[in-house]
């Protein structure tokens, strides 16, 4: 058990539709790190959260939306999903030190199904 | 600029003999460098990390790996594959602090009985 934790663990929606996907860091991280999984993309980093910022954007589209909220537990929304959004997502934390860079440690992810 | 590449996208090893997954990277500045491996429908499990210490770093179940500075490559090993290792494992180099992270394409290792 790695300490962050996802919800749900499952989401089944429709084309068109908008879900919310909750994750809380590790007691103490301030990072939080979103991920999309699927077969033919592999994993991409979609963007980072410090503090309550956004700090590295990666390959999110425009659809997709994030933010931090003050006790640190971070929401992915997606909206007007397309089937090609259904994957795994994944949310990572970790402490970031002056000393250079943490270990990033995983939740277990939300299935996300689109039908 | 940050890079990382695994070499092979698939190996198969038979159950006892040894596993080598192979990481080459490229960075401008001193990396931080992990492996991570992921069991089917399963989150990301850190194995290993190298923050500059020392060169062979010795992770959870078994495997190792090597900093070769000179090779800008970050090798993992084990020295008997057992059933239980088979998964995708994933090279990842990080610098400025932990806010530019690149995964690699991952590693898909196969252990046959």
């Known amino acids: 058990d790695s300490g962050v934790t996802q919800t749900p663990k499952h989401l089944i929606t429709a084309t068109g539709q908008r879900v919310t996907l909750r994750c809380s860091p590790r007691?103490?991280?301030?990072?939080v790190y979103w991920y999309q999984q699927s077969l033919d993309q592999g994993l991409q980093f979609l963007i980072q959260?410090?503090?309550?910022?956004?700090?590295a954007k990666g390959n999110i589209l425009e659809r997709f939306s994030a933010q931090q909220f003050p006790d640190l537990h971070s929401e992915l929304n997606l909206s007007s999903l397309e089937l090609g959004d259904s994957a795994l997502y994944f949310c990572a934390s970790s402490v970031v030190t002056s000393r250079g860079s943490d270990t990033q440690y995983f939740g277990p992810g939300t299935r996300l199904t689109v039908l | 600029a940050q890079s990382v590449t695994q070499l092979d996208s698939h190996v198969s090893v038979s159950e006892g003999t040894p596993v080598l997954l192979r990481c080459n990277y490229s960075?401008?500045?001193?990396?931080?460098l992990f492996w991570y491996v992921q069991h089917p429908n399963k989150g990301l499990q850190l194995l290993l990390k190298?923050?500059?210490?020392?060169?062979l770093v010795k992770g959870i179940n078994g495997f190792e790996a090597e900093f070769k500075k000179s090779e800008t490559s970050f090798h993992l090993t084990k020295p008997s594959a057992h059933m239980s290792d088979a998964a995708e494992y994933f090279c990842?180099?990080?610098?400025?602090?932990?806010?530019?992270?690149?995964f690699g394409a991952g590693t898909r290792l196969f252990v046959k009985a």
């Open positions: 190298y923050t500059s210490a020392a060169t």
């Open positions: 960075s401008s500045y001193s990396p931080s």
């Open positions: 007691s103490g991280d301030l990072s």
């Open positions: 959260y410090y503090n309550g910022e956004e700090r």
């Open positions: 990842v180099v990080s610098e400025a602090g932990g806010f530019k992270t690149i």
